[in-house]
């Protein structure tokens, strides 16, 4: 059927904008029911949703939403077909048109000027930094924590022990060569072991300490031969009898 042909059941026929959706209510349609022809493709220039039908005289009243695609005049009928094939509905002509232009009063947006493409990679390439940055910082991390564990471990091995502080002490002693001041050094470190060993003297002053500790088994051997170096000088000491007096300090 040609376009001049064509009689509208519309009063005015309906106008809406491509992709604009059109609601057409209480369409009258004679004969059985109808509804959308289902879409196989795009090619049909028209979406037909049918949101509500109500039964009328001979026939049925539609509810429909229409979204035109392509521009130009469109007869809804023939997106229509029959639910029930006995049922053949009296379809009149529904015209719809459909337009591209804007409505009066839009601004069109203005051109945006020739700018350079940015890189490629950008993005990619700023996380390729940021993971580089950040595998430095952990190994440089793991590297200074391995190095305080080795000058700590290198550090322990070299400490002397107390056997070994209080040897040159007492070599000096029993050669007469120990002065006030190596003698408070060997005092403060016979004490300082005794008192970590024996609560009892934690408390009390060097002088009191040293009295409890000539009658203690273990420690009164060395107290009571520095006393005998530091009043007799005796002379050089063995060597055994040197590790005897230190062996509780080992």
């Given amino acids: ?23 057409l209510t209480n369409i009258y349609i004679p004969g059985g029911a109808v509804e959308p022809k289902p ?32 521009p130009g005049t469109h007869d809804l009928a023939d997106f229509l077909t029959a639910v029930n094939p006995a049922e053949v509905p009296d379809m009149p002509g529904l015209l719809l048109e459909i337009t591209s232009g804007l409505p009066e009063g839009i601004v069109l947006p203005a051109e945006l000027p020739p700018a350079e493409m940015p890189a490629l990679g950008g993005y990619k390439n700023k996380m390729i930094a940021a993971a580089v940055v950040w595998v430095a910082g952990f190994i440089a991390l ?63 002053p060097p002088a009191e300490a040293m009295v409890k500790l000539r009658a203690h088994p273990e420690a009164s051997p060395l107290i009571l031969q520095l006393e005998r170096w530091l009043h007799a000088r005796e002379g050089n000491v063995s060597t055994a009898d040197l590790e005897a007096l230190l062996a509780p300090y080992r």
């Fill in 142 to 204: 793991v590297v200074w924590i391995r190095r305080k564990k080795t000058e700590a471990v290198i550090s322990s091995e070299h400490m002397p022990t107390l056997a070994e502080r209080l040897q040159p002490l007492l070599e000096r002693a029993a050669s007469g060569n120990l002065d006030d001041t190596g003698r408070a050094s060997l005092e403060r470190l016979v004490i300082g072991r005794w008192r970590e060993k024996l609560p009892e003297i934690s408390a009390l």
């Fill in 39 to 70: 879409r196989r493709d795009r090619t049909p220039p028209l979406v037909v949703r049918l949101l509500e039908t109500k039964p009328a005289k001979d026939g049925h009243r539609y509810d429909f939403e229409i979204t035109g695609l392509d």
């Fill in 1 to 23: 059927m040609l376009l001049g042909m064509m009689v509208s059941a519309f009063a005015e026929i309906p106008e809406a904008r491509v992709g604009q959706p059109l609601t």
